[in-house]
C-alpha cells in the first residue's frame, strides 16, 4: 500500500528536498582543498592593467576575466567559496633595499675600519643607494604610466610631454654619478674619495630648471586629466598594483624635486664623518656650496613661473582692477584660503609688489581666480594684528548683540588711505597659519625700500590701533571717528588732514574727546563692511 502526499504537503516537500541538497553541496565545496593553486597575484596585477575599452563585448570579457581574478564572478546560486588553506595572499606592496655598508661586510672586514670611517662609509653608501632608487623610480615612470597610457590612447603626446616633461634626460645624468662611484669603489668596498666626484657633477644638475619650473602647471594638468573616468580608472588600478608600492603617479614625478633638496643633506653628513686633514675635506665644502648654489637658482626659477601661473589665472570684473603691480611681480611670497567677515571664502595672493584677494571660479572648465575688490600695493598697506573675540563673525549690526561666535586668528588689511578701497578683516585656521602670514606680510611691506612709512609705524597692534602720520601738514583738519560696527564702540580717534586730494592721520586718543560728538555724517568711503567713518560737524 502507498501512502500519497496530501497536494498542500508537496510544494512544502519538494523545498525542503532542494534545501537539503543546496545543504549538501555547500558541505562539499567547504571541505579543504588539497590541490595546489597556482598564485595569482602577478596575473591580478596585470588583468588590474586592462584599460577600458569601447567594444561592448570586448568590455564585458574584459570585466568577466577581471572577475574571476578577484574571485567575485560567481554564480548567484552557488554559495560563495571558502578560500583554500594553500591559497597565495595578495602580493604585497615592493620594499626598498634598506641594507646598510656595514651589512655587506663580514665580521672581519668590519674590525678593520674605525667607527668615523664606517659612518662615513654608510653616508657614501646612502647617497648612492638614493641614486639607484632614483633610477629605478625615473625608468618605472616612464614603463608603467607614461607608455602605457600613450599606447592607449589615455592622454594624448602633447598632454602626457607636459606631464612627465623630458624624463628621458634625466636617467642618464644619475647613471654616471652611479657609474663614477662605482669605479672609485675599492676592492674593500670603500670610496676612498668623492669630493672631485660631486664637484664635477653638481653642477649638471642644472638641468632641472626647466622641470621643477614646469611642477605646479604639471601638477594643474594632471588633476585636470583626472576628471577623465578613463585616466582616473587606469591611476587607480596602477596605485592597487604592487610595483607602485601604495605611491600615486605625482609622487613618482615629484621624487626628482625631493631628491634635490637632499643633497646638501648627504654631502654634510659626508663631512661630518671626514678627518679634517682628509684630501675630501675642501672639495665637500666645495660641493656643499655648488649645490646650495644650484639649489637657489632653481627655487628662484620656480618661483618666478609660480608667479606668471597664477597672475595668468587672476580675472578682472573691472579694469580698474588691473593694478600694474600685478604685472611687475616676480616672485609669490604667499597664498592660501582664507575668509573674510562674512564667512566668504577667498583666496589670496601676496606677491611682492601687491596684496590681491580673489574668489576661485570657473571658466569653461579652467580654474580661475576673480580679483575680489581692489588689490592692495604692499607700499599703500596697513596691517592690523587683531586679538582673539574683537570681531565677531557675520558682519551684521545685529550680530553685534547676539552671543554669536567670536572670532579667532584673524587679522585686518586696508589702505593706507580708506578712499582707495575698503579694509578686509580676514581669518585663518589656526595661530600657525596666521603667524605665518603676519611674517609674510611684515616681510615684504619691510622690503619696500620706496616706501615712506617704516615697518614699526605701518603695523599696527590691538592694544592701540595707531594709524602713523603719513606727513606732517599744517593745514586745518578735521575730527573722524573710527567706528567698528561689528563691536559697536569707539576703537581710535583721528586727526585727518586733507592736502591736495591726499588724506593724513594722527593718532587721538579717545578719552581726549570733549564729550558727545553731536551729530555726525556718514561718510561714503569706508573701511570694510562692518566700519564706518563720522565725521564731526
Known amino acids: 500500500m502507498v501512502a500519497y502526499d496530501e497536494p498542500c504537503v508537496v510544494p512544502i516537500k519538494r523545498t525542503l528536498q532542494k534545501i537539503d541538497y543546496q545543504y549538501q553541496t555547500y558541505k562539499e565545496l567547504e571541505e579543504p582543498c588539497t590541490k595546489r593553486v597556482r598564485p595569482l597575484g602577478r596575473v591580478t ?183 577623465d573616468p578613463r585616466v582616473q580608472d587606469f591611476l587607480q588600478r596602477c596605485l592597487e598594483s604592487p610595483f607602485s608600492r601604495k605611491l600615486d603617479l605625482w609622487s613618482f614625478l615629484d621624487i626628482p624635486r625631493s631628491r634635490l633638496v637632499k643633497y646638501p643633506l648627504l654631502l654634510k653628513e659626508i663631512l661630518r664623518h671626514t678627518p679634517p686633514d682628509h684630501p675630501d675635506t675642501g672639495s665637500l665644502e666645495q660641493a656643499i656650496s655648488i649645490i646650495q648654489a644650484v639649489l637657489a637658482d632653481i627655487n628662484m626659477k620656480k618661483g618666478e613661473s609660480e608667479c606668471q601661473y597664477y597672475i595668468d589665472k587672476l580675472e578682472y570684473l573691472d579694469d580698474r582692477q588691473k593694478d600694474p603691480h600685478i604685472e611687475q611681480c616676480k616672485s609669490l611670497l604667499c597664498h592660501g584660503e582664507l575668509r573674510n567677515k562674512s564667512g566668504t571664502k577667498l583666496h589670496v595672493f601676496l606677491f611682492t609688489e601687491v596684496l590681491v584677494l580673489t574668489r576661485p571660479v570657473m571658466r569653461n572648465d579652467r580654474h580661475c581666480f576673480q580679483v575680489y575688490r581692489q588689490p592692495i600695493p604692499v607700499q599703500d598697506l596697513i596691517l592690523e594684528d587683531l586679538q582673539d573675540g574683537d570681531v565677531r563673525m557675520g558682519g551684521s549690526f545685529r550680530g553685534a548683540f547676539s552671543n554669536g561666535d567670536k572670532a579667532k586668528n584673524i587679522f585686518r588689511v586696508r589702505f593706507q588711505d580708506p578712499s582707495q578701497g575698503q579694509s578686509h578683516t580676514l581669518q585663518v585656521n589656526d595661530v600657525f597659519h596666521k603667524q605665518q602670514w603676519l611674517n609674510c606680510l611684515r616681510t615684504a611691506m619691510s622690503t619696500q625700500k620706496d616706501s615712506p612709512l617704516h615697518e614699526n609705524e605701518s603695523l599696527s597692534t590691538p592694544a592701540s590701533n595707531d594709524v602713523c602720520t603719513k606727513r606732517r601738514s599744517s593745514s586745518v583738519s578735521d575730527l573722524y571717528l573710527y567706528v567698528c560696527m561689528d563691536c559697536v564702540f569707539l576703537q581710535q580717534c583721528f586727526c585727518v588732514t586733507v592736502h591736495n586730494g591726499s588724506y593724513y592721520y594722527q593718532s587721538i586718543p579717545p578719552k581726549t574727546l570733549p564729550g558727545p560728538c553731536g551729530p555726525h555724517q556718514y561718510q561714503k568711503d569706508s573701511i570694510c563692511e562692518a566700519t564706518v567713518w563720522i565725521s564731526r560737524d
Open 45 to 227: 596585477s596585470l588583468a588590474n592593467l586592462i584599460s577600458p575599452v569601447k567594444n561592448g563585448a570586448v568590455r564585458r570579457f574584459g570585466q568577466t576575466l577581471q572577475a574571476s581574478f578577484r574571485g567575485d564572478g560567481r554564480s548567484p546560486s552557488v554559495p560563495p567559496q571558502k578560500p583554500c588553506s594553500k591559497a597565495a595572499a595578495p602580493t604585497p606592496p615592493k620594499r626598498r633595499n634598506s641594507t646598510l655598508w656595514s651589512e655587506t661586510l663580514d665580521v672581519h672586514q668590519k674590525g678593520t675600519f674605525s667607527t668615523k670611517e664606517i659612518k662615513r662609509q654608510e653616508a657614501i653608501f646612502e647617497l648612492s643607494r638614493g641614486e639607484q632608487d632614483l633610477i629605478e623610480d625615473l625608468k618605472l615612470a616612464r614603463k608603467a604610466y607614461h607608455d602605457p597610457m600613450l599606447k592607449l590612447s589615455i592622454m594624448s603626446e602633447e598632454e602626457l610631454t607636459a606631464i612627465f616633461g623630458d624624463l628621458d634626460a634625466y636617467i642618464p645624468l644619475h647613471e654616471d654619478l652611479l657609474a663614477q662611484l662605482a669605479m672609485a669603489t675599492g676592492p674593500d668596498g670603500t670610496v676612498g674619495q668623492i669630493g672631485k666626484i660631486v664637484v664635477d657633477w653638481l653642477p649638471r644638475l642644472n638641468a632641472y630648471r626647466e622641470y621643477c619650473s614646469n611642477q605646479l602647471a604639471a601638477k594643474a594638468l594632471l588633476d585636470q586629466k583626472k576628471q
